[in-house]
């Protein structure tokens, strides 16, 4: 790994630091008198999720103007120069390591066992792009997922301010969650797997390696496995909203370390 790659995954781990302690409560409590009134442990999440909406907008659309724009990736997605999908991983490296203090300093009530493992594999799986530079086109893409964690966070952002279901903000929110979900995690599986498949049996491909081989193959398909049943909970969920049906089963709720890192790795 380069200097410049160790120096934003540094600046990035600091940065995220610096917004949940510091820029989630000034914002957070000037913005809606309903902060003050949250529980410490309430807090924590509430600071948590805004650092993860902030992760998730800068990731995302850094994406998107990567796959727009970046030629050298876009042609050859296996070995392209990786020097901007470099940064961009490199950011959510940071953010996945300021996420693992985080869980570790309050495992009594954010500990999940699931969700370490979770940020240790998608670390794994960066630490390719960011030593070796290879995927870069693929490790970019996976990150595309994030520009559905905002609208995840949002939902519960209403919940713990008691917006009623009904609410038309919640609603529309809800709406859109599930609109933006569907188009960056599930219709974007097919070109995906055909320009994964286009790599097979290509000089490219067998100059990965069968760790690297492996390492993308699996973890791409276990997480869209997960983004299929998080979708189909989140359709039943806005179905539910929109036709009155009742409220929704607590089993719906999605955490936002599972929406930031489906991705990913987090993805």
């Not at 995906?192 to 791409?220: D, K, M, N």
């Amino acid at each position: 790994m380069e200097m410049r790659e160790v120096t934003v995954v540094t600046g990035s781990f600091v940065g995220f630091q610096l917004l949940f302690s510091v820029a989630s409560p000034l914002l957070s409590s000037a913005f809606t008198a309903g902060y003050g009134r949250l529980s410490p442990a309430k807090h924590t999440e509430w600071n948590s999720r805004f650092v993860s909406t902030i992760h998730a907008l800068i990731v995302g659309l850094f994406c998107v103007y990567i796959l727009w724009f970046d030629d050298a990736v876009n042609e050859d997605p296996v070995w392209g120069d990786p020097r901007l999908v470099k940064l961009n991983v490199a950011i959510t490296c940071g953010y996945l390591l300021y996420d693992l203090v985080l869980l570790a300093r309050n495992w009594d009530t954010m500990g999940d066992s699931f969700f370490v493992c979770h940020h240790f594999a998608a670390l794994y799986a960066y630490s390719y792009v960011l030593t070796r530079g290879l995927l870069p086109y693929f490790a970019n893409f996976r990150l595309i997922s994030e520009l559905s964690t905002p609208f995840v966070n949002q939902r519960w952002f209403f919940e713990v301010l008691s917006y009623p279901r009904t609410d038309r903000l919640v609603v529309a929110n809800g709406v859109a969650m599930a609109v933006v979900f569907f188009l960056v995690r599930i219709a974007v599986m097919p070109p995906y797997y055909l320009r994964v498949a286009s790599t097979f049996g290509t000089p490219a491909f067998e100059r990965l390696g069968l760790g690297a081989q492996v390492a993308w193959i699996t973890s791409c398909i276990c997480l869209d496995v997960l983004n299929t049943v998080w979708m189909y909970k989140i359709a039943r969920g806005c179905y539910k909203v929109l036709t009155g049906a009742g409220r929704k089963p607590k089993g719906d709720k999605l955490n936002h370390h599972t929406d930031s890192h489906s991705n990913n790795h987090r993805d």
